[in-house]
T-cell receptor, first 118, second 114 residues
Framework: GAGVSQSPSNKVTEKGKDVELRCDPI?????LYWYRQSLGQGLEFLIYFQGNSAPDKSGLPSDRFSAERTGGSVSTLTIQRTQQEDSAVYLC????????????????FGPGTRLTVL | AQKITQTQPGMFVQEKEAVTLDCTYD???????LFWYKQPSSGEMIFLIY??????QNATEGRYSLNFQKARKSANLVISASQLGDSAMYFC???????????FGAGTRLTVKP
């Protein structure tokens, strides 16, 4: 079946512009995560959506970052007034969202969007 | 505070040998899950193995096994019979039952030599 998809795969933008990154999770997965991975680093948690519950935004680095998830499916991560330090790969992942065990916790990752801010 | 520590930035192993990648974690939550992911140069994140904090047995998935030492809070990944295709970054991660996020370590770059 189809995995997690993300678009665009690459995005180059100028400092100060806004960007939107899209994530299409696996059908039936209620949990959706956004992560940021800077060059040569591990993954940094940004935001988590679970069903219709209020998202956990605790990882967003500043108020320039926001995300929404429409209809419990597709999610969009928006970065306003981009800065050079925003350059990274942005990864989206989805999971069944059931607490406990591998099945509920295993996250399936998309291929990522490589954002470059000039 | 750093919750996942991977102390080996890079590791080398000879093809067909076994290798252990270290991971220690910090949590006060009695219920948590530990994960290992592989990230080849293509950038995709590939799930390898999962260990629940209440699991009695060490997890195994083919050539991957997790050496879970709960009292020491360590969850080392053992790869047996290394293959050239195992060369990649390896990330240890933890999700606590009371938190929504998944915390990742800084990763270990494994290089398998022919």
């Amino acid at each position: 079946g189809a995995g997690v998809s993300q678009s665009p795969s690459n995005k180059v933008t100028e400092k100060g512009k806004d960007v939107e990154l899209r994530c299409d999770p696996i059908s039936g997965h209620t949990a959706l995560y956004w992560y940021r991975q800077s060059l040569g680093q591990g993954l940094e948690f940004l935001i988590y959506f679970q069903g219709n519950s209020a998202p956990d935004k605790s990882g967003l680095p500043s108020d320039r970052f926001s995300a929404e998830r429409t209809g419990g499916s597709v999610s969009t991560l928006t970065i306003q007034r981009t800065q050079q330090e925003d350059s990274a790969v942005y990864l989206c992942a989805s999971s069944l969202g059931v607490r406990g065990g591998r099945a509920g916790n295993e996250q399936f990752f998309g291929p990522g969007t490589r954002l470059t801010v000039l | 505070a750093q919750k996942i520590t991977q102390t080996q930035p890079g590791m080398f192993v000879q093809e067909k040998e076994a290798v252990t990648l270290d991971c220690t974690y910090d949590t006060s939550d009695p219920s948590y899950g530990l994960f290992w992911y592989k990230q080849p140069s293509s950038g995709e994140m590939i799930f390898l193995i999962y260990q629940g904090s209440y699991d009695q047995q060490n997890a195994t998935e083919g050539r991957y096994s997790l050496n879970f030492q709960k009292a020491r809070k360590s969850a080392n990944l053992v790869i047996s019979a290394s293959q050239l295709g195992d060369s990649a970054m390896y990330f240890c991660a933890m999700r606590e039952a009371n938190n929504n996020d998944m915390r990742f370590g800084a990763g270990t770059r494994l290089t398998v030599k022919p």
